[in-house]
């Protein structure tokens, strides 16, 4: 029962975080009369009241959290925030289903930027800055999961800023305690989101523009506030500063926060990781210019260059945000942004997908197993730098990176079974796995996910889930042996 209420606990807290979030919208919507006013205050009071039922008559339950419970504050946290978000979508948007309300506010929430609605550009003020606070604090959220909820599993958190990152980040680096690294870590991101915003006006955005794209753009959550994206404003100035924070948002916030701490850009030569990511973003950013130039896209090099690497980067991030119709591409740059959608964005990042380092080690382990095979009896651990990676992380990527092929096998077959063709269905699972956004054929960048029957979209809104929570949370609810004593 302690455990019950434990959960119960934990989500009414949250669940008052976000009805004060929610009233920061309903002051926009005020201040504006943007016609939002009272779907704001029926989400806010809604939110507010059952965060109250939840959070102070359970004030006195002992806050320790099993492995068990905190497995399903997980998921019950994920799934069901949603649910309250939608209060303002639906009242404001009548005609909404509720279907379509839930698949709004998951991708949000989970970063992935795929939409089921247009008009947005006729959208109230507060409605399209509801749909990017989304966006950032579950960038925020993220960064919390990976350090403060997952070590309390035992499946992560600073081992994804640690044992994952050797010679990347050491323990010494960041604050002895949970909670204040997840302080220090949500500074970084806020200190990288005010920039953000001042770099988009500086480049010619409008201030409420520049807010909420900068939300979208450190959350890696691609949430724009007009249908056609990033091409609205038809300028480099702000392409160029979308790809840099685009970027930033895509490396380890624990590298940003160590080389800010030592104001230096040594942590990021050291971590091999960083340097494997950026590499890999300028080889392919120039090959798919080339491919695109070659092709005909586009009449120069240049301009391949400038509309290949704001795409590229975007998707292979897990962002979202587009400038040109890459549907029309020749299909080998769109399918190579996809692949790079799985694994390029570090660990300790708001990115989705595999994640750079887990890339890293199969790739050194697999080269070890060839050199096995041709020395049977040499003994030769695996390394990183100058640190050795143990079997017990080696293994756990492993198992994680078959999780992750094999979840994606089954949605996509998932996909076929209700009739959507392959290349929709595939690039459908992999963006909404990844928590990327906009996909192939007819999940494209000048689409939306609304045509979509209610079990496609219910299908790719668990793939959104899934995908955040890194499988195993969600996943293991379903072992039998885990609810075993």
Same mark, same amino acid.
Request: proline fraction near 4%; aromatic fraction near 12%.
């Given at each position: 029962?302690?455990?019950?209420?434990?959960?119960?606990?934990?989500?009414?807290?949250?669940?008052?975080?976000?009805?004060?979030?929610?009233?920061?919208?309903?002051?926009?919507?005020?201040?504006?009369?943007?016609?939002?006013?009272?779907?704001?205050?029926?989400?806010?009071?809604?939110?507010?009241?059952?965060?109250?039922?939840?959070?102070?008559?359970?004030?006195?339950?002992?806050?320790?959290?099993?492995?068990?419970?905190?497995?399903?504050?997980?998921?019950?946290?994920?799934?069901?925030?949603?649910?309250?978000?939608?209060?303002?979508?639906?009242?404001?948007?009548?005609?909404?289903?509720?279907?379509?309300?839930?698949?709004?506010?998951?991708?949000?929430?989970?970063?992935?930027?795929?939409?089921?609605?247009?008009?947005?550009?006729?959208?109230?003020?507060?409605?399209?800055?509801?749909?990017?606070?989304?966006?950032?604090?579950?960038?925020?959220?993220?960064?919390?999961?990976?350090?403060?909820?997952?070590?309390?599993?035992?499946?992560?958190?600073?081992?994804?800023?640690?044992?994952?990152?050797?010679?990347?980040?050491?323990?010494?680096?960041?604050?002895?305690?949970?909670?204040?690294?997840?302080?220090?870590?949500?500074?970084?991101?806020?200190?990288?989101?005010?920039?953000?915003?001042?770099?988009?006006?500086?480049?010619?955005?409008?201030?409420?523009?520049?807010?909420?794209?900068?939300?979208?753009?450190?959350?890696?959550?691609?949430?724009?506030?007009?249908?056609?994206?990033?091409?609205?404003?038809?300028?480099?100035?702000?392409?160029?500063?979308?790809?840099?924070?685009?970027?930033?948002?895509?490396?380890?916030?624990?590298?940003?926060?160590?080389?800010?701490?030592?104001?230096?850009?040594?942590?990021?030569?050291?971590?091999?990781?960083?340097?494997?990511?950026?590499?890999?973003?300028?080889?392919?950013?120039?090959?798919?210019?080339?491919?695109?130039?070659?092709?005909?896209?586009?009449?120069?090099?240049?301009?391949?260059?400038?509309?290949?690497?704001?795409?590229?980067?975007?998707?292979?991030?897990?962002?979202?945000?587009?400038?040109?119709?890459?549907?029309?591409?020749?299909?080998?740059?769109?399918?190579?942004?996809?692949?790079?959608?799985?694994?390029?964005?570090?660990?300790?990042?708001?990115?989705?997908?595999?994640?750079?380092?887990?890339?890293?080690?199969?790739?050194?382990?697999?080269?070890?197993?060839?050199?096995?095979?041709?020395?049977?009896?040499?003994?030769?651990?695996?390394?990183?730098?100058?640190?050795?990676?143990?079997?017990?992380? !080696?293994?756990?990527?492993?198992?994680?990176?078959? $999780?992750?092929? @094999?979840?994606?096998? /089954?949605? %996509? +077959? =998932?996909? &076929? #079974?209700?009739?959507?063709?392959?290349?929709?269905?595939?690039?459908?699972?992999?963006?909404?796995?990844?928590?990327?956004?906009?996909?192939?054929?007819? !999940?494209?960048?000048?689409?939306?996910?609304?045509? $979509?029957?209610? @079990?496609?979209?219910? /299908?790719? %809104? +668990? =793939?959104? &889930? #899934?995908?955040?929570?890194?499988?195993?949370?969600?996943?293991?609810?379903?072992?039998?042996?885990?609810?075993?004593?």
């Amino acid at each position: 029962m302690n455990v019950i209420l434990t959960i119960a606990h934990i989500f009414g807290l949250v669940t008052l975080c976000f009805s004060a979030l929610m009233s920061t919208c309903l002051l926009t919507s005020q201040l504006t009369g943007d016609g939002a006013t009272t779907a704001f205050l029926n989400g806010t009071l809604v939110t507010l009241l059952t965060g109250s039922c939840l959070f102070f008559p359970t004030l006195w339950v002992p806050k320790k959290v099993s492995r068990q419970a905190g497995f399903l504050l997980v998921a019950i946290t994920w799934s069901l925030t949603p649910v309250l978000c939608t209060v303002p979508l639906l009242n404001y948007m009548p005609s909404l289903s509720f279907v379509d309300a839930y698949f709004e506010t998951v991708s949000g929430l989970t970063t992935s930027g795929a939409t089921i609605l247009s008009g947005i550009d006729n959208l109230p003020m507060s409605i399209n800055l509801w749909r990017c606070e989304l966006n950032w604090i579950a960038g925020m959220g993220i960064i919390i999961f990976a350090v403060a909820i997952l070590p309390i599993l035992g499946i992560g958190g600073m081992q994804l800023y640690k044992a994952e990152t050797p010679g990347s980040v050491k323990e010494s680096d960041l604050p002895p305690r949970i909670a204040q690294t997840a302080k220090a870590l949500w500074l970084v991101y806020a200190g990288l989101t005010l920039v953000c915003m001042i770099a988009l006006r500086w480049a010619g955005m409008g201030w409420f523009d520049a807010i909420c794209h900068a939300f979208s753009a450190m959350s890696l959550g691609g949430v724009s506030t007009h249908d056609s994206s990033i091409a609205f404003f038809n300028s480099l100035p702000i392409e160029i500063v979308l790809i840099v924070f685009q970027l930033l948002a895509a490396i380890n916030f624990a590298t940003h926060f160590v080389a800010i701490k030592k104001q230096s850009l040594r942590p990021y030569l050291y971590d091999r990781e960083v340097r494997a990511f950026l590499t890999l973003m300028l080889v392919s950013c120039l090959f798919a210019a080339f491919v695109l130039w070659d092709a005909g896209t586009y009449p120069d090099f240049l301009t391949a260059l400038r509309y290949a690497s704001f795409n590229l980067v975007s998707l292979a991030t897990d962002s979202g945000f587009t400038n040109q119709n890459f549907n029309l591409w020749p299909i080998f740059v769109p399918m190579w942004m996809l692949f790079l959608s799985c694994m390029s964005a570090s660990s300790g990042s708001t990115g989705g997908g595999i994640r750079m380092i887990r890339t890293i080690i199969l790739m050194k382990q697999a080269r070890l197993e060839m050199f096995k095979f041709i020395h049977p009896y040499a003994i030769r651990p695996l390394k990183i730098g100058d640190t050795i990676v143990s079997n017990k992380i !080696v293994n756990s990527v492993t198992g994680f990176i078959f $999780l992750y092929f @094999i979840s994606v096998v /089954i949605l %996509t +077959f =998932a996909l &076929l #079974l209700t009739g959507l063709d392959f290349l929709s269905a595939f690039s459908a699972v992999i963006t909404c796995f990844n928590n990327a956004g906009p996909g192939l054929n007819e !999940v494209g960048p000048t689409a939306t996910y609304a045509h $979509l029957s209610d @079990i496609q979209k219910a /299908i790719c %809104t +668990f =793939a959104m &889930l #899934l995908g955040r929570v890194q499988i195993f949370s969600i996943v293991i609810l379903f072992i039998p042996e885990f609810w075993r004593k």
